[in-house]
């Protein structure tokens, strides 16, 4: 069982820049592919990026297309989430996720979707405004 912990959330001024870390512990966090997600007051659970447990590709949700730069650190078992030009739309609770996928046979784009990923982080509040 894998258990997540996000942090490096806060409140930034439009424009400005906030990574995001998520730690992991109690798996092989190399066989995980990641998913970050973001929710806001009254809206759905949605996925901004994810990157393959095999050749690490990425993908992004088109709101955070050149903007945001998701990465891993196996060895530090950490996925990052780098935040750039940050628009107060962006504001949320981030999430982290988790999906076992040893090979990346499964890994696609269909992992920007919350019911592919068995673990979930608690969440880190970002908040964008002036």
């Known amino acids: 069982q894998v258990q997540l912990v996000e942090s490096g959330g806060g409140l930034v001024q439009p424009g400005g820049s906030l990574r995001l870390s998520c730690t992991a512990s109690g798996g092989t966090f190399s066989y995980y592919s990641l998913g970050w997600f973001r929710q806001s007051p009254g809206k759905e659970r949605e996925g901004v990026s994810c990157?393959?447990?095999?050749?690490?590709?990425?993908f992004y949700a088109d709101s955070v297309q050149g903007r945001f730069t998701i990465s891993r650190d196996n060895p530090e078992n950490t996925v990052y989430l780098e935040m750039n030009d940050l628009k107060p739309e962006d504001t949320g609770v981030y999430y982290c996720?988790?999906?076992?996928?040893?090979?990346?046979?499964?890994?696609?784009?269909?992992?920007?979707?919350?019911?592919?990923?068995?673990?979930w982080g608690r969440g880190t509040q970002v908040t964008v405004s002036s």
């Open positions: 990157i393959g447990s095999g050749d690490h590709t990425t």
């Open positions: 996720a988790a999906h076992l996928d040893p090979y990346g046979l499964e890994y696609g784009p269909g992992h920007l979707f919350r019911e592919v990923y068995d673990y």
